[in-house]
């Protein structure tokens, strides 16, 4: 059977979608501990590293807070950093002592924190032969955040390994390097604390990197 010839009018012609962002159902589906639901049986969480991983154990902790100075309690975040050999772990196992990747979120209660248990990274041999300092990167998911920020977290105690990072040293001016220093401070039961604000816009704002 013969088809009509059928042009379709300007008015006919479905227009675009709006752009999706993560949220606010990103929390439901990768952080069910903050939104308050069970847990799977296998949960890529905030604990990077168990009792009997090898390195220094360290918490890490910080806030993100958008352009007018208010927190964002409802991001999510996704860490990949080496082990304390300067290594990173390519498969996911929760018996294994440590694992490279984990996941956070800030939370709708009190100062909105994100947390990772982990280890204190080692230092990174890049491809080039040029050694990078320890540091873990984040990459950071949220609504009206089209497409995620990528980051990193360097540590204010490997100042010599700092000086000469190749990559914090691509920041040209000094004070947008410190945006990604975490800075130290007392933990609990002796664990030390490391703590970095994300700030998404405006004065003392994150660096990000287009990777």
């Not at 227009?15 to 296998?42: C, F, K, M, N």
């Not at 890490?60 to 080496?82: T, Y």
Request: charged share 25%.
């Amino acid at each position: 059977m013969e088809q009509p010839n059928f042009k379709p009018t300007a008015e006919l012609m479905l227009r675009e979608t709006a752009s999706q962002t993560a949220g606010p159902y990103v929390h439901i589906g990768l952080a069910l501990d903050v939104a308050g639901l069970p847990e799977r049986d296998e949960e890529i969480w905030n604990r990077m590293a168990g009792e009997d991983a090898e390195g220094e154990r360290i918490e890490v902790v910080g806030r993100v807070i958008d352009g007018n100075g208010d927190l964002v309690r409802d991001a999510l975040l996704e860490a990949w950093q080496a082990d304390s050999r300067g290594n990173y772990q390519a498969g996911f196992d929760l018996k294994a002592p440590f694992n490279s990747f984990g996941r956070t979120a800030t939370t709708a209660a009190g100062d909105s924190e994100w947390v990772l248990h982990t280890i204190k990274p080692g230092s990174i041999t890049a491809e080039d032969g040029r050694v990078m300092a320890p540091h873990i990167t984040l990459s950071l998911f949220a609504r009206g955040v089209n497409i995620q920020l990528q980051t990193r977290l360097y540590f204010e105690d490997e100042a010599a390994a700092n000086d000469q990072c190749p990559v914090l040293n691509a920041i040209e001016s000094p004070p947008r390097r410190q945006t990604l220093i975490a800075r130290k401070e007392s933990g609990e039961a002796g664990i030390p604390r490391y703590r970095l604000d994300i700030v998404l816009q405006g004065d003392g704002e994150t660096v990000f990197f287009d990777y």
